[in-house]
């Protein structure tokens, strides 16, 4: 039988889209910093491939941009693995037919989200088609990675 | 003095459930159709602009970024033409089959994520697959173990499943192993399961007694269904080859739409796709998904857009058991690709996407520099005949409220499952009355 994976950190985005790159910036981050110990998975394109990388796992950690009118570069931390999310939050616009938020509640609908499920929400500024990342988006990506590596040891302590 | 005209004006800014940024927009006035508009307002992408100056090695690679959902067909259309400019004929063999394995597995993908995820909720009554999610569990998982073993499919061939890079002029940079495809024979043994039990579901959905007017266009193959080759022949009596294509499709610009719009010369508007394939080819199926085919009741020639969902399910039928039978006459070649040499010269290639027939033409310099390049997509092709559809549900649906004369004009469009990220050179629902 496989072994059981304790957590996997997935990185969203489009990194021809500016500050939509965000989430697999953080994801790099955290594969360079914390090596074969923590599965990273990047995100790229189809949404619904998030079934199948958390599948097993204890835990899932999400990161992706966000257009939510609040400071570019402002971070947010949602617990996505109690309570589904208000219909508001999951049917906002996507470029495709399938969003994160959207792949997060078909799996909670088939009982396929692990336990714990966090995302960071980086707030973005300028998603123009071939932008650089803007320099408040910049300026929190290694924080971010940090936060999600503390996220990561905690389930992958003894205790956890 | 004459009553003031009364106008009715019925939009939606974001087309749900499709592929794409899009909107459509339907005018009414007094209790008549005024305008009908499927607008495509994600940014013009001017892919065949960049392409010119490029080496004609990298456009497969370059092209495929066009799709997410469908990036194998653009690799296949581009590598065709480009093939075709430099005299090089790839019609058989090993080579050709590993094409057509891949081609079945972005088939796989595409129609299983159509038929589950985007189209099926508009005839169980639910806003979305989520939502539908809920209640029917067993169809989603179905959904998902199909597209997974799509997706498997173009992993173990092109090298990833989404944007492979494996596929290049003249065959592959890298042949896989037998033991790597048959090791995906059991999940497509069930997929094929799956897909046979999607043939019987979807064909005893209630479906509008609808039958569309435009001209269906498809491939023929002499060797199969058609997938990575053939003439251009339709319902009409139209029987080209892909060089000829140029001569017979014009595409125009409209105001509304950053996708051009492609309409026959001299004949208008038609329909490329899963209706098309199978209206013009049923008889070139395998025999089990021909015989799926008959069991669910599908006449020889389908033009009710309702029924795409079951034809799209004879299709996963198919893609399923081709795939089977070429994994297990597989044989990797000595060498994954023939030698394509560079000349002066244009070339067409032509296949059919999960969407419908994708044209593409590249006109070359001496050493394979990439002079001028012509893409053009299904959901173009479709564009007008897909308006001509909305026109007549509005017509047929006048009285309803603006609330369900949207969603009947959105389920219309999802019939046709446009990609409007692709069109994009091209969705929103607006309906104005008065």
């Given at each position: 039988?496989?072994e059981q994976?304790?957590?996997?950190?997935?990185g969203?985005?489009?990194?021809?889209r500016?500050?939509?790159?965000?989430?697999?910036?953080?994801?790099?981050?955290?594969r360079?910093?914390a090596?074969?110990?923590?599965?990273?998975?990047?995100?790229r394109?189809?949404?619904?491939?998030?079934?199948?990388?958390?599948?097993g796992?204890?835990?899932?950690?999400?990161?992706?941009?966000v257009?939510s009118g609040?400071?570019?570069?402002?971070?947010?931390?949602l617990?996505?693995?109690?309570?589904p999310?208000?219909?508001?939050?999951s049917r906002?616009?996507t470029t495709h037919s399938?969003s994160?938020l959207?792949?997060?509640?078909?799996?909670r609908?088939?009982?396929r989200?692990?336990?714990?499920?966090?995302?960071?929400?980086?707030?973005?500024?300028d998603?123009?088609?071939?932008?650089?990342?803007?320099?408040?988006?910049?300026?929190?990506?290694?924080?971010?990675?940090?936060?999600?590596?503390?996220?990561?040891?905690r389930?992958?302590a003894?205790?956890? | 003095?004459s009553?003031?005209?009364?106008?009715?004006?019925?939009?939606?800014?974001?087309l749900?459930?499709?592929?794409?940024?899009g909107?459509?927009?339907?005018?009414?006035?007094?209790?008549?159709v005024?305008?009908?508009?499927?607008?495509?307002?994600?940014p013009?992408r001017?892919f065949?602009?960049?392409l010119r100056?490029r080496a004609?090695?990298?456009?497969p690679?370059?092209?495929?970024?066009i799709?997410?959902?469908?990036p194998?067909?653009y690799?296949m259309?581009?590598a065709?033409?480009?093939?075709?400019?430099c005299?090089?004929?790839?019609?058989?063999?090993?080579?050709r089959?590993?094409?057509r394995?891949?081609?079945?597995?972005?088939?796989?993908?595409s129609?299983?994520l159509?038929?589950y995820?985007?189209?099926?909720?508009?005839?169980l009554?639910y806003?979305?697959?989520l939502?539908?999610?809920?209640?029917?569990?067993?169809?989603?998982?179905?959904?998902?173990?199909l597209?997974k073993?799509?997706n498997?499919?173009?992993?173990?061939?092109?090298?990833?499943?989404v944007?492979?890079?494996?596929?290049?002029?003249?065959?592959?940079?890298?042949?896989?192993?037998?033991?790597?495809?048959?090791?995906?024979?059991?999940?497509?043994?069930?997929?094929?399961?799956?897909?046979?039990?999607?043939v019987?579901?979807?064909?005893e959905l209630?479906?509008?007694d609808?039958?569309?007017?435009?001209e269906?266009?498809a491939?023929?193959d002499?060797?199969?269904?058609?997938?990575?080759l053939?003439r251009?022949?339709?319902?009409?009596g139209?029987?080209i080859?892909?060089?000829?294509?140029?001569e017979?499709?014009?595409?125009?610009?409209?105001?509304?739409?950053?996708?051009?719009r492609a309409?026959?010369?001299?004949?208008?508007?038609?329909?490329?796709?899963p209706l098309?394939r199978?209206?013009?080819g049923a008889?070139a199926?395998?025999p089990?998904?021909r015989?799926?085919?008959?069991?669910?009741?599908?006449?020889?020639?389908c033009h009710?857009?309702?029924?795409s969902?079951?034809?799209?399910?004879?299709?996963l039928v198919?893609?399923t058991?081709?795939?089977?039978a070429?994994i297990e006459?597989?044989?990797?070649?000595d060498?994954?690709?023939?030698?394509?040499l560079?000349?002066?010269?244009a070339?067409?290639?032509?296949?059919?996407a999960?969407r419908?027939?994708?044209?593409?033409?590249?006109?070359?310099?001496?050493?394979?520099?990439?002079?001028?390049?012509?893409?053009?997509?299904p959901?173009?092709?479709n564009?007008?005949?897909?308006?001509?559809?909305?026109?007549?549900?509005?017509?047929?649906?006048?009285?309803?409220?603006?609330d369900?004369?949207?969603?009947r004009?959105?389920?219309?469009?999802?019939?046709?499952?446009?990609?409007?990220s692709?069109?994009?050179?091209?969705?929103?629902?607006t309906?104005?009355r008065?």
């Amino acid at each position: 039988m496989a072994e059981q994976r304790a957590v996997v950190v997935i990185g969203i985005g489009n990194e021809l889209r500016g500050d939509d790159c965000a989430g697999l910036e953080v994801a790099r981050r955290v594969r360079a910093r914390a090596g074969p110990r923590i599965d990273v998975f990047e995100a790229r394109g189809d949404q619904l491939s998030l079934l199948q990388a958390w599948d097993g796992c204890r835990a899932a950690v999400l990161i992706d941009a966000v257009h939510s009118g609040a400071a570019p570069g402002a971070v947010h931390r949602l617990d996505l693995g109690g309570a589904p999310l208000d219909s508001a939050i999951s049917r906002h616009a996507t470029t495709h037919s399938v969003s994160p938020l959207d792949a997060v509640e078909l799996a909670r609908a088939l009982h396929r989200l692990p336990p714990q499920v966090v995302l960071y929400a980086i707030e973005g500024e300028d998603f123009a088609l071939g932008a650089s990342v803007s320099a408040s988006v910049r300026c929190v990506l290694d924080s971010v990675a940090r936060a999600v590596a503390r996220e990561c040891e905690r389930v992958l302590a003894p205790s956890g | 003095m004459s009553a003031p005209r009364r106008t009715r004006t019925i939009r939606t800014d974001y087309l749900a459930r499709v592929e794409g940024e899009g909107a459509m927009y339907v005018e009414l006035e007094d209790g008549a159709v005024r305008d009908v508009r499927l607008r495509i307002y994600e940014p013009p992408r001017f892919f065949e602009a960049f392409l010119r100056g490029r080496a004609y090695t990298e456009v497969p690679d370059l092209v495929a970024r066009i799709c997410g959902i469908c990036p194998i067909a653009y690799q296949m259309s581009a590598a065709r033409a480009i093939e075709d400019a430099c005299g090089v004929t790839i019609d058989d063999g090993p080579i050709r089959d590993l094409r057509r394995l891949i081609y079945c597995g972005e088939w796989i993908e595409s129609h299983s994520l159509h038929v589950y995820m985007l189209h099926a909720p508009d005839y169980l009554g639910y806003p979305g697959a989520l939502e539908m999610a809920r209640d029917h569990p067993d169809l989603l998982e179905h959904g998902l173990a199909l597209k997974k073993a799509g997706n498997a499919l173009i992993t173990a061939i092109g090298g990833r499943e989404v944007h492979p890079v494996n596929v290049r002029v003249g065959g592959f940079y890298r042949m896989p192993a037998r033991a790597e495809l048959r090791a995906l024979r059991d999940p497509l043994a069930r997929a094929r399961e799956i897909a046979l039990d999607t043939v019987r579901w979807t064909s005893e959905l209630a479906f509008p007694d609808v039958e569309l007017a435009p001209e269906h266009v498809a491939l023929r193959d002499p060797t199969g269904y058609p997938i990575d080759l053939g003439r251009i022949v339709s319902d009409g009596g139209l029987d080209i080859g892909p060089a000829q294509f140029d001569e017979h499709v014009v595409e125009e610009q409209v105001e509304h739409s950053t996708a051009l719009r492609a309409r026959l010369r001299a004949r208008g508007s038609y329909l490329t796709g899963p209706l098309a394939r199978y209206s013009l080819g049923a008889a070139a199926l395998r025999p089990l998904a021909r015989e799926a085919a008959r069991e669910a009741g599908l006449p020889p020639s389908c033009h009710n857009p309702f029924q795409s969902i079951v034809v799209r399910a004879v299709e996963l039928v198919q893609a399923t058991d081709e795939a089977l039978a070429l994994i297990e006459r597989y044989e990797p070649p000595d060498r994954p690709a023939v030698e394509v040499l560079p000349r002066r010269g244009a070339g067409h290639g032509v296949t059919e996407a999960p969407r419908g027939m994708l044209y593409h033409r590249y006109e070359l310099d001496d050493d394979g520099t990439i002079l001028d390049a012509r893409i053009v997509p299904p959901t173009s092709q479709n564009q007008r005949a897909i308006e001509e559809d909305m026109r007549a549900v509005v017509q047929r649906h006048l009285d309803l409220p603006d609330d369900e004369l949207t969603l009947r004009c959105e389920q219309a469009i999802r019939n046709h499952d446009p990609c409007i990220s692709c069109a994009t050179h091209f969705l929103t629902l607006t309906v104005a009355r008065g």
